[in-house]
């Protein structure tokens, strides 16, 4: 009888043994699942401005990449989401190899809050640069008209030069600015501030062809423009 009393003991104690490690290898999974998904609220809310960013600029070339890229982004989060949920729950697997799985998981969690983060700061100067370069093609296709009409009536030499030099000018600096813009979407050091450059040499070429066309007998009424996105 001793002897059962003791068998039975060992059975329990082996029994408490699996419960407790059983339960302890899960609460283990659940640590490992929220350390891994811990990036996945910030992502949501990059995605999420992405988009909207990309449905503001669905007319313009330059984001036509950016709609695939953005699916992408999304396509891997999606991906990531249920290989974490799969790992947490899915019995059929060892659990060395599901912890395994979650640390991996959240590395790639990480990187994809990286791409997503990355892809967001673009396309917020983007949409800074855009406004900016908007004012100033607006501003400078007036005073181009301006400029080449009288250009076409005037009998000065000096001024069909120096109208004429301006002019070409005015076309170099606004095609800088709108090759910025679509680097923008790649990159932003470097193009960012070449499109800046841009932008003051513009204003500076405006300005110039307002102070020549002020030089004429019945002189065109001077716009009062903004001053450009990151100005000297």
Not at 3 to 15: D, F, K, P
Not at 67 to 78: D, I, P, T, V, W
Not at 106 to 116: A, M, Q, S
Not at 188 to 196: A, D, Y
Request: with cysteine.
């Amino acid at each position: 009888m001793k002897g059962l009393w003791i068998l039975g003991g060992l059975v329990a104690a082996a029994a408490a043994l699996v419960f407790f490690l059983t339960g302890e290898s899960s609460a283990d999974l659940d640590r490992l699942y929220e350390e891994a998904v811990r990036e996945r609220p910030a992502i949501q809310e990059s995605l999420a401005e992405c988009g909207e960013l990309v449905r503001w600029f669905a007319d313009r070339k330059p984001t036509e990449k950016k709609k695939g890229e953005l699916e992408e982004l999304r396509r891997r989060f999606e991906a990531l989401d249920k290989s974490a949920e799969a790992a947490r729950v899915d019995t059929t697997q060892p659990k060395d190899e599901r912890r395994k799985a979650l640390v991996r998981l959240g590395e790639e969690f990480h990187e994809l809050r990286r791409d997503v983060d990355d892809l967001r700061a673009r396309l917020r100067e983007m949409k800074t640069f855009d406004g900016a370069l908007a004012e100033s093609v607006r501003r400078l296709g007036g005073l181009t008209r301006q400029l080449a009409d009288a250009r076409a009536t005037s009998a000065d030499p000096e001024f069909q030069q120096r109208a004429g030099d301006l002019l070409e000018e005015g076309r170099k600096f606004r095609q800088m600015a709108e090759t910025s813009l679509k680097e923008l979407s790649i990159r932003i050091v470097g193009p960012r501030e070449q499109g800046r450059a841009a932008l003051n040499e513009l204003d500076d070429v405006m300005g110039r062809m307002e102070k020549l066309l002020g030089t004429l007998p019945n002189a065109p009424k001077r716009e009062t423009a903004e001053a450009p996105a990151g100005g000297r």
